[in-house]
């Protein structure tokens, strides 16, 4: 990696003098965060059965129609225009270099300055595939080379320092915010390939860009991929950084109050250590949904989310949210409709189903951040208030997820600096 990323920076040399600064003096701007694209080209992936029965047994990604996403994020961040925009990780569906060749083309149209950092799924991935109407069969991943080769412009080039055993970097947005862009995926020293984790000379070169921030009296935002605080135990393991203890006492030291990461697909706001890490939805899953950080300098990051309107600029796909929601619905209802009739503990067919069907609305509304404005509805229904009576014990186990993830509205904070 070392050698890779010295020759990366030789390269570079001869192209920037000196940190890249779009922004003079303390200006206010809109950032907008998304990760877990998963883009896929149409000649990867194309909308046909297959693709759709994929949909229907993973976790929700709207596959046959993750281009016309992607597209439409990037149409939308046209006319939006904010100042910066951050890709975190998992840009492409499984590492596939031909998906990548045609993202990083795609990303040409925006003028807003756009930064990557890579996921678990972006790099010498085993799972690289492509998907045809009549089969599946592996394709070419790309290595680290290719990848800062087919994403130089868009975060590396602007760096004011990229560490030498990793992606990381850091960049100077403005006078007044640096953004620092982590490489935290783990290698095969690591008991999870997809976990993440920080090695001791990457929190050495963090710890010595942090310096530099605090010497310019910068305000830091912190992007990763994996987590720094943990979301969810069921989403602990292989989702949040596996020394995140160690990285939390760097970010407190040097006062970092915000940190913005991804990979658990969900979108969660937590906080802890007088750090808020929030967690990003998948734009690739309903509700196509992505964040916005209004930054005002020595104040506030404020941050909101938006959604991606699909079928403003694909007409012919119309009531795209809807069809999203069903997808993930589906694809819940479906695994805890299976779940249920290998337990063998609800014999009645029909009650089951009513079962899966309520996990299945939970688990959508959990997924956006939404839980919060549809738990009263769902809890007072007449098949809700009926399966309670009934399976009391099966049911509390919903009721037990609606108490706890429905306790906040996770599609909104703010971060006062």
């Not at 860009?209 to 912190?222: C, D, K, P, V, Y």
């Amino acid at each position: 990696m070392k050698k890779i990323i010295m020759v990366f920076l030789l390269m570079l040399s001869g192209c920037t003098a000196k940190a890249y600064l779009p922004y003079e003096g303390d200006k206010a701007l809109k950032i907008v965060v998304t990760n877990d694209l998963h883009y896929a080209h149409p000649s990867m992936i194309g909308n046909h059965q297959r693709s759709q029965s994929l949909s229907e047994k993973a976790d929700g990604k709207v596959i046959p129609y993750l281009s016309e996403i992607t597209e439409s994020f990037v149409l939308q961040m046209m006319e939006e225009k904010p100042e910066v925009i951050i890709l975190n990780g998992d840009l492409v569906f499984n590492g596939e270099k031909e998906n990548h060749k045609h993202l990083s083309q795609l990303l040409q149209k925006l003028e807003s300055l756009v930064l990557v950092t890579p996921g678990n799924h972006d790099i010498d991935s085993q799972d690289a595939i492509k998907i045809t109407e009549t089969q599946s069969y592996s394709a070419q991943s790309v290595s680290e080379t290719e990848f800062l080769k087919f994403y130089e412009n868009y975060g590396y080039r602007q760096a004011r320092s990229m560490d030498q055993n990793s992606l990381s970097y850091v960049v100077e947005v403005s006078d007044s915010l640096d953004i620092f862009m982590m490489d935290s995926r783990c290698d095969a020293s690591c008991d999870n390939l997809h976990g993440g984790y920080f090695k001791a000379n990457t929190l050495q070169w963090l710890e010595n860009q942090l310096q530099a921030s605090a010497s310019r009296n910068a305000e830091i935002l912190f992007v990763s991929h994996h987590n720094t605080l943990i979301h969810h135990e069921g989403l602990n393991a292989g989702f949040t950084i596996d020394n995140s203890n160690e990285l939390q006492s760097l970010l407190k030291k040097y006062d970092v109050k915000l940190s913005l990461s991804g990979h658990i697909h969900v979108q969660s706001i937590q906080e802890e250590n007088e750090i808020v890490d929030i967690a990003t939805q998948a734009l690739s899953i309903y509700s196509i949904q992505y964040g916005v950080v209004a930054y005002t300098p020595s104040t506030s990051f404020d941050y909101s989310t938006q959604k991606v309107d699909v079928s403003k600029y694909f007409e012919e796909i119309p009531q795209f949210e809807s069809m999203a929601y069903n997808t993930i619905h589906y694809a819940n209802y479906r695994r805890t409709a299976f779940k249920l009739l290998d337990d063998g503990s609800i014999s009645d067919e029909d009650d089951l189903l009513s079962i899966a069907e309520l996990d299945a609305q939970i688990k959508a509304y959990y997924f956006s951040g939404q839980l919060i404005h549809h738990k009263e509805a769902i809890t007072k229904s007449a098949t809700f208030t009926k399966m309670f009576e009934k399976y009391p014990f099966e049911m509390r186990k919903l009721q037990n997820a609606i108490d706890i993830f429905g306790q906040k509205d996770h599609q909104k904070i703010k971060v006062d600096i």
